[in-house]
């Protein structure tokens, strides 16, 4: 499974909970990722998705 690392999570907590009203409700990543699923804001990327751009990173890096 996947890590999300912290600029993710900043980058998603500035783009998804600035607006939102509920936003003081979310105290943890978890329940913020939780209320993103289930929103439709947010997925995880699959396992495949990471080797992939992960291999495109190093040819064109």
């Known amino acids: 499974m996947k ?5 993710t999570v900043t980058r998603n907590l500035l783009q998804f909970c600035y607006t939102c009203e509920d936003a003081h409700l979310c105290t943890t990543e978890e329940i913020c990722k939780a209320c993103w699923a289930e929103n439709g804001l947010y997925e995880e990327e699959a396992v495949s998705a990471d080797e992939t751009k992960q291999l495109l990173q190093f040819y064109y890096a």
């Open 3 to 7: 890590t999300t690392n912290q600029e």
